[in-house]
């Protein structure tokens, strides 16, 4: 049980590109999803909070209008990069928190994006 | 002072070893924790996820709170070389639904 599935796992497109990642919870409903970036041998940055049908609350340093987050369904996020430039080439990963709270969060498998 | 210290590794032991990996934290409204296992680009996959002091046992794995030392610690009995990967432990102060505050991450290398 538990299970979080990210889509795509890779990414690659052109600088100046919107790219869109989908986080869903295959087996639970999640009122709380959240968005990581990890850059190589380093640990995970949260960047931003996202409850069900409500606005995000991003991190500070980041950039609300390029990583645009929604989260429409009880068992979908989405995390858009809006004109994504070479700086913006990580690996993003997503997890989810069951419904009602003292449960652990569960991860995605993340996407590699590339940015050329 | 970093809320949450791991040493980073990496750890190489032989098979069939007992492995130790550990966190110390600073914040003493951390109540829940976790440790997560993560294999090259892929997620963060949970291994323990405990609540306040006390030992959790689940297969080969043992978790330990000490929250009067501020010391968490995961145990791996004989090891393999597939837990070869990074160990993360993570901390919130209300549960899965809060913010998880992550340690840097052991990696961890069992050679056969």
């Known amino acids: 049980g538990a299970v979080v599935s990210q889509h795509p796992s890779w990414v690659i497109c052109k600088s100046g590109t919107s790219v869109k990642i989908e986080c869903r919870s295959l087996d639970f409903q999640a009122t709380t999803m959240f968005w990581y970036r990890q850059f190589p041998k380093q640990s995970l940055m949260l960047m931003a909070t996202s409850n069900e049908g409500s606005k995000a609350t991003y991190e500070q340093g980041v950039e609300k209008d390029k990583f645009l987050i929604n989260h429409a369904s009880l068992t979908l996020s989405t995390l858009t990069v809006t004109s994504a430039h070479p700086e913006d080439s990580s690996f993003y990963i997503c997890s989810a928190s069951v419904t009602g709270g003292l449960q652990p969060q569960h991860f995605g498998d993340g996407t590699r994006l590339s940015i050329l | 002072q970093k809320e949450v210290e791991q040493d980073p590794g990496p750890l190489s032991v032989p098979e069939g070893a007992i492995v130790s990996l550990n966190c110390t934290y600073s914040?003493?409204?951390?109540?829940?924790f976790m440790w997560y296992r993560q294999y090259s680009r892929k997620g963060p996959e949970l291994l323990m996820y405990t609540y306040s002091s006390g030992n959790k046992e689940d297969g080969r794995f043992t978790a330990q709170v000490d929250k009067s030392s501020k010391y968490i610690s995961l145990f791996i009995r004989d090891s393999q070389p597939s837990d070869s990967a990074t160990y993360l432990c993570a901390m919130s102060a209300r549960g899965g639904y809060s913010t998880l505050t992550f340690g840097k991450g052991t990696m961890l290398l069992v050679s056969p």
């Open positions: 914040n003493s409204a951390f109540q829940y």
